[in-house]
């Protein structure tokens, strides 16, 4: 099933891309990192759609930065938007807020914890505006055919899955590649979320930790497997970043492996 996300018609040719840094620390940080990603994209042929959270309602510690708040959030979400010219996504957390996101964004993003409620998913659809839900890290792949069927009930039908790890005992993530096709049997596309994939949830006691070493691996094989796009969180300085540093991506490191992506995408085909 195609669907437009801003100009972008989604399944794209070749894999779609969301990326930007995990949380909106500053104007100026959302700017710098929009117009980085879409240059780069721009040359390579990748549609790229920004992300990046107004709120991070789930932090491990009460002391943690949660970012801008949703009215001083989507004022920036709405300026990188119109300034830089690019598609932008950002998640919301309760079911009142969606109306008022989708007056920005493109697309809407239900976090992978709130996966499963019934209200978030139905005031997603019914906002209008395409759909991404992250698969819960305590839910099994064929368990998102009745997300995707909630969504639905609304008669929203521009969705999108995106797989980021399994709960494998405390403190770390798995991914079960074969989550992929089984998504897609929704007939949705399916992303990999590279990034989130190596968290390590509340590793560091107050805060989660995470492998950025591993993220190239991540894509390549959420790529191999038949995934139809690409999240990650980037930044230009990961240890920096006042919201997931560890299993970030630095932005002097993206164009690298988008390329080798590319060149998988092509030899797959």
């Known amino acids: ?3 437009k996300i801003g100009n972008i018609e989604i399944p794209s040719d070749p894999f779609f891309l969301i990326a930007g840094p995990c949380v909106l620390e500053s104007l100026s940080l959302a700017l710098e990192v929009a117009s980085f990603m879409k240059e780069i994209t721009r040359r390579l042929g990748i549609p790229y759609i920004f992300k990046a959270s ?11 930065f949660r970012g801008p708040g949703l009215e001083e959030g ?3 979400l709405k300026r990188v938007r119109e300034e830089v010219g690019v598609a932008v996504t950002t998640d919301f957390h309760e079911p009142w ?3 008022k996101v989708a007056e920005v964004v493109d697309l809407l993003q239900v976090p992978a914890f709130l996966s499963r409620q019934t209200d978030m998913l139905l005031a997603a659809g019914r906002a209008g505006k395409a759909v ?13 055919k009745r997300v995707v069927e909630k969504i639905e009930s609304t008669g929203n039908r521009k969705i999108i899955l995106i ?8 403190g770390n993530l798995v991914v079960d590649f074969r989550s992929i ?12 979320d590279a990034t989130h994939s190596v968290q390590k949830p509340s590793a560091k006691g107050d805060a989660s930790g995470g492998e950025a070493r591993f993220i190239e691996t991540m894509a ?36 690298a492996l988008l390329k080798k992506l590319l060149r998988l995408w092509e030899a797959l085909k």
């Open 1 to 3: 099933m195609k669907f």
């Open 54 to 64: 107004f709120d991070k309602a789930n932090r491990t510690s009460i002391a943690s």
């Open 74 to 76: 989507l004022k920036m």
């Open 97 to 99: 807020q969606a109306e």
């Open 132 to 144: 991404s839900v992250k698969k819960g890290q305590f839910l099994a792949p064929w368990d998102m």
């Open 163 to 170: 797989e980021r790890g399994t709960f494998f005992g405390y």
């Open 181 to 192: 096709p089984i998504m897609k049997e929704t007939g949705y596309p399916v992303v990999i």
């Open 220 to 255: 390549r094989a959420g790529i191999a497997a038949g995934a139809d796009g690409v999240f990650m969180e980037v930044h230009p300085e990961p240890h920096r970043a006042l919201s997931d540093g560890p299993n970030s991506l630095r932005l002097s490191q993206v164009e």
